[in-house]
């Protein structure tokens, strides 16, 4: 059974910068027609969809985040990262990984709560 | 890159059907089979109930079926049983290797 889990730190300071991690368990990061995405989702709000990585090491990104987000995988330990620079309040969220093909994920990690504060 | 339009609350009795829409434009659902359903309860990752407009995944009932008309998605559950209650999220391909989402629908079973 194919399981994420998300990793990171729970607090970060405006301006600084996040680093969340995925380690994916029950398969290979290195699967063919497979993107490892990232989501967001604001206390009481919809999701927002980050960006992905896809098998063959091709990075796209939210217009409006491209400027601030990097996404990476690390096939030796079957991790892929998200780096989000410039953190403000509005970035406060529960980021979730995610697997998926054309226009679908699944499964998702269970979620990890960031909050941008001082 | 706008966020797919989805009606914020619906509802419905123990037994009968419900249909959720979520409109984009000719950019996102209108050009493109890609479009998704999940499910979310309070405090849980969404969980995908349909794919590719309307395809289930093995383990979703077939109470789930999802469709498309022009640049407007749907998800239909029928026979509404009380753990349908969630919040439910569509997203389509929008081209240009990107994907946006709608903003939820609340679904309460009556």
């Known amino acids: 059974q194919v399981q994420l889990q998300e990793s990171g730190p729970g607090l970060v300071k405006p301006s600084q910068t996040l680093s969340l991690t995925c380690t994916l368990s029950g398969a290979s990061i290195s699967l063919s027609d497979y993107y490892w995405t990232w989501i967001r989702q604001p206390p009481g709000k919809g999701l927002e969809w980050i960006g992905y990585i896809s098998y063959s090491g091709n990075s796209y990104y939210n217009p409006s985040l491209k400027s601030r987000v990097a996404i990476s995988v690390d096939t030796s330990k079957n991790q892929f990262s998200l780096k989000m620079s410039s953190l403000t309040a509005a970035d406060t969220a529960v980021y979730y990984c995610?697997?998926?093909?054309?226009?679908?994920?699944?499964?998702w990690g269970q979620g990890a709560l960031v909050t941008v504060s001082s | 890159q706008s966020a797919l339009t989805q009606p914020p609350s619906a509802s419905g009795s123990p037994g009968q059907s419900v249909t959720i829409s979520c409109t984009g434009s000719s950019s996102d659902i209108g050009s493109y089979n890609y479009v998704s359903w999940y499910q979310q309860h309070p405090g849980k990752a969404p969980k995908l109930m349909i794919y590719?407009?309307?395809k289930r995944p093995s383990g979703v009932p077939d109470r789930f079926s999802g469709s498309k008309s022009g640049n407007t998605a749907s998800l239909t559950v029928s026979g509404l049983q009380t753990e349908d209650e969630a919040d439910y999220y569509c997203?389509?391909?929008?081209?240009?290797?990107?994907?946006?989402f709608g903003g939820g629908t609340k679904l309460t079973v009556l």
């Open positions: 995610a697997g998926g093909g054309d226009g679908w994920f699944d499964p």
């Open positions: 590719e407009v309307n």
């Open positions: 997203s389509s391909y929008a081209g240009s290797n990107s994907l946006v």
